[in-house]
């Protein structure tokens, strides 16, 4: 499986960005997709998931600001992000699993930084 991550970049505080995840090598919808982040000096987190039936789940600090999405058509995952924050800073991460267990496949990760 291959996942590369694109679409990061630097905005100011109120800003917004759509990070993309291409997908490839594997069957996209035998996949529940979702996004990570991680901070400096911080443990990588769970910031949103969509199932293979598209059911959603996003973290308590990006309800409401972050969407995710996936097109079966094109593999690919996205994740428009809203009213970003400085805390919002890290550099997101793509992962692909068949099952909620298993770790799955990682993309190399994209930057995000919300600064003025």
């Known amino acids: 499986a291959q996942l590369v991550e694109s679409g990061g970049g630097l905005v100011q505080p109120g800003g917004s960005l759509r990070l993309s995840c291409a997908a490839s090598?594997?069957?996209?919808?035998?996949?529940?997709m979702a996004w990570y982040r991680q901070a400096p000096g911080k443990e990588r987190e769970s910031v949103a998931t969509?199932?293979?039936?598209?059911?959603?789940t996003y973290s308590d600090s990006v309800r409401g600001r972050f969407t995710i999405s996936r097109d079966s058509a094109k593999n690919t995952l996205t994740l428009q992000m809203t009213n970003l924050k400085p805390e919002d800073t890290a550099v997101y991460y793509c992962?692909?699993?068949?099952?909620?267990?298993?770790?799955?496949?990682w993309g190399p990760g994209t930057q995000v930084t919300v600064s003025s």
């Open positions: 090598r594997i069957t996209f919808d035998d996949y529940i």
């Open positions: 992962n692909a699993r068949a099952q909620d267990y298993m770790t799955g496949y």
């Open positions: 969509i199932s293979k039936s598209a059911s959603i």
